[in-house]
């Protein structure tokens, strides 16, 4: 196992040598740099721009520019953004938790919901609610995720009020927030509370594995409630409770929108793959041992259909991230994919690679992780 | 007899609900299985088998209704049980050992563990030390290392999860074990051997089965008594020397005669034309009718009624082959 993850992270550094090459010299073929920005400007004389240019390194060919650029990184300095006169990292540094909180938890939402309703239409088959249901998630699947996300902003953000309209935070209360206190630390500290809630939940689950299925089921459902009763008192009791709910508020339309965008996918495969596993042979066997349809359907059935269902998942991981692009700046929710988008259309080239180098190891690095969480879930794969 | 039997199917019948119009897979079946007994059905693919074995368990597909019939066992009607009641029969009175045994484990979990699920499904109180002791004691039983426990389904080999599956069928020491074609997919050795040690288990803890399979020879090394199934019906049900020296129902000498016989007789190698009926549209009369080189008019009409024609002897036919015809 070992030594498959030491392969892989060679792998990953390998794969992302390439992608940093393209990508360098799709962005240097495109025309233009970020001095044509002053070009309107009557004070900005040819000299001065030539100057800017050998300033900033726009003078040398792409390649050397680029293993500069790869020396640099690789010796941990991104470089200073263009636009922002600050170092690439410290931009990246500040978006990238916006990011990954945003998407891991429409992600994790999305799977579950998508997973549960699939089981429902399975075993449902034939009814009214599984055609229902079915329809309204081709719809989803279908929709046009622009045109969709602007659809719910003017609906619940602007008819109905119910949520705020752009952005991650609300100013004016933020403007009187403690001295120090940064929505970077609360969203650091959110993902971190997440991640020990999930290690807490898997222990759970794999301690229970053995026992009966009605005790297991009501060890899991009490550690689930328990665990996020702790996690929202401890989030209440903190100081800074009103801010971290000032986010998670901006977070609730971007997520509503994401989860109904993403679930039915996620639905529609369970549901496909569930009745395939319904003609197993062992499924029938479980009915044979007498076991209640409940226990069939939970431990047998949905435990072997969700493994075609999370290597979609694994597969679609990037899918996420790169339609990410798109929600974020629907949202305006300032993370990874806005900036890349506003720094790639500025020619803010150190930035663009940036955004790229987070992106893409993100992404990387969540497709190993599901990969070995893959092998968990499934007793045949063995990694070697 | 003064004894009753642990199972009697009486009358039994069932059909699955297609677009195409009802399929009669079971048609006025009955016998009846005592104590320790063991019997073997037989008959071509797509004669009804597995309906039969599946209606016993009632794990019939969702299309599939039981018309008509009972299925006594110890006097109590299974096909009035409700579901739950049902469940409870199920393994701890009649388990079974399943036609694909090799995709009968669930692959994502410990072959042990499945084991220890059906035991304490049935017996709740368990202690799980307990199980886990039965569970290797039953893998020495059928003649695997009891460490295999703790390994996955696709870790065994074809024959190991054959033992496994039977193991398993062992496990709450049921009354009835049915074996639906237990060894088709294992090889020729592997299978000889495996139905030997299934009989030998079977003799050991003294309980009833079944036996199913299209192949004659493999039934006649371990029934008792045996019963052939023709679309759907039974042809002719008895003991299995019986049957062997003196089948009385023509489709049986027909099956006898493609079999080369075990005491060295000769007989007469009996071709026989055309396909099985479409159970869609079955031959009104005798199924066999069509197929049949001594049909008669009346063959062709009524259905001739499955009766006993003498010690046990139970035949369903209007003009059975004579008893000295076989023994040339
Ligand atoms: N779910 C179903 N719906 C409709 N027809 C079915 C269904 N299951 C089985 N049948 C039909 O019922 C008949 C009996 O099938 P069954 O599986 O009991 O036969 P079998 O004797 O076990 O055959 P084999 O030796 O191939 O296992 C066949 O003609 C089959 O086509
Ligand atoms: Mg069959």
């Not at chain 1, 075993?123 to 929709?143: H, K, N, P, S």
Request: charged share 20%; glycine share 6%.
């Amino acid at each position: 196992m070992l030594k498959y993850i030491a392969n892989r992270l060679l792998q990953i550094v390998v794969t992302l040598f390439v992608f940093f090459a393209l990508t360098y010299f799709i962005l240097d073929a495109q025309p233009g740099d970020i001095t044509l920005q002053y070009v309107n400007n009557p004070k900005f004389t040819k000299e001065q721009r030539e100057a800017l240019r050998r300033r900033l390194g726009l003078d040398k060919p792409a390649y050397v520019r680029f293993f500069q650029w790869m020396g640099n990184t690789l010796r941990g300095d991104l470089g200073e953004s263009y636009q922002y006169r600050k170092p690439v990292m410290d931009v990246l540094l500040e978006r990238a938790p916006r990011t990954i909180f945003l998407f891991l938890t429409a992600t994790l939402i999305e799977f579950f919901v998508g997973y549960w309703l699939g089981r429902v239409l399975a075993w449902q088959r034939g009814t009214g609610l599984e055609y229902g249901i079915t329809v309204v998630g081709a719809f989803f699947y279908t929709v046009f995720t622009p045109w969709f996300a602007l659809m719910m902003i003017y609906l619940f953000g602007f008819t109905l009020k119910w949520f705020p309209i752009g952005k991650f935070l609300d100013v004016t209360l933020w403007r009187a927030a403690p001295k120090g206190l940064t929505a970077n630390q609360i969203f650091i500290n959110l993902l971190l509370t997440m991640t020990l809630l999930a290690v807490a939940l898997v222990v759970v689950y794999y301690l229970t594995r053995r026992m009966n299925p009605y005790r297991a089921s009501l060890f899991r459902w009490s550690a689930l409630i328990g665990g996020a009763a702790i996690v929202v008192g401890y989030w209440a009791a903190s100081p800074v409770a009103k801010y971290a709910w000032d986010i998670l508020y901006h977070m609730a339309l971007p997520i509503i929108v994401l989860t109904l965008i993403n679930f039915s996918g996620t639905m529609l495969l369970t549901r496909t793959t569930m009745l395939e596993t319904l003609r197993e042979d062992y499924i029938m066997a479980a009915r044979a041992k007498g076991l209640p349809e409940r226990v069939v359907r939970d431990k047998h059935a949905a435990r072997n259909a969700v493994l075609p269902v999370f290597t979609s998942l694994i597969i679609s991981l990037p899918f996420i991230l790169g339609g990410g692009i798109i929600t974020e700046t629907v949202f305006s929710w300032e993370g990874l994919g806005l900036t890349l988008l506003t720094a790639s259309t500025t020619g803010d080239i150190p930035l663009v690679m940036g955004s790229f180098l987070f992106i893409g190891t993100l992404a990387l690095l969540a497709h190993l992780v599901a990969d070995i969480a893959y092998a968990f879930l499934d007793p045949r794969i063995r990694y070697a | 007899m003064a004894e009753k039997p642990l199972l009697s199917v009486r009358n039994l019948t069932m059909i699955y609900k297609t677009r195409k119009g009802p399929v009669s897979a079971i048609d006025d079946v009955s016998f009846d299985l005592k104590r320790g007994e063991s019997l073997g059905l037989v008959g071509e693919s797509g004669c009804g088998k597995t309906s039969v074995a599946m209606a016993l368990l009632r794990l019939l597909p969702d299309n599939a209704q039981i018309t008509g019939g009972q299925i006594l066992l110890d006097g109590m009607d299974l096909t009035t049980l409700s579901e739950e009641e049902m469940q409870n029969v199920r393994w701890k009175r009649i388990s079974m050992v399943f036609q694909a045994a090799m995709n009968a484990l669930d692959p994502v979990y410990k072959v042990g563990d499945q084991i220890i699920e059906a035991i304490e499904r049935h017996e709740r109180d368990i202690d799980p030390a307990e199980a886990r002791k039965r569970v290797e004691a039953l893998f020495h039983l059928v003649g695997i290392d009891p460490k295999m426990a703790d390994r996955y389904p696709h870790e065994f080999s074809g024959g190991m999860r054959q033992r496994a599956i039977i193991a398993m069928a062992l496990a709450c020491n049921p009354d009835l074990i049915i074996a639906d074609e237990p060894t088709t997919a294992l090889d020729v050795i592997v299978q000889d051997q495996v139905l030997r040690e299934l009989r030998q288990v079977q003799k050991q803890m003294g309980m009833s089965m079944i036996y199913i399979s299209h192949d004659i020879a493999v039934i006649a090394e371990v029934a008792e008594r045996i019963a052939i199934m023709y679309a759907g019906r039974l042809c002719e049900l008895a003991d299995a020397v019986e049957i062997f020296k003196r089948p009385r129902h023509p489709y049986t000498v027909a099956l006898m005669s493609a079999f080369p016989s075990i005491v060295g007789e000769k007989r007469p190698l009996v071709a026989l034309g055309g396909e099985p009926p479409d159970l869609l549209f079955p031959p009104p009369g005798c199924r066999f009718h069509p197929r049949c080189p001594r049909a008669l008019d009346i063959c062709k009409q009524q259905q001739p009624p499955f009766e006993d024609i003498g010690g046990g002897h139970y035949l369903a036919c209007w003009n059975p082959a004579p008893v000295a015809e076989v023994q040339s």
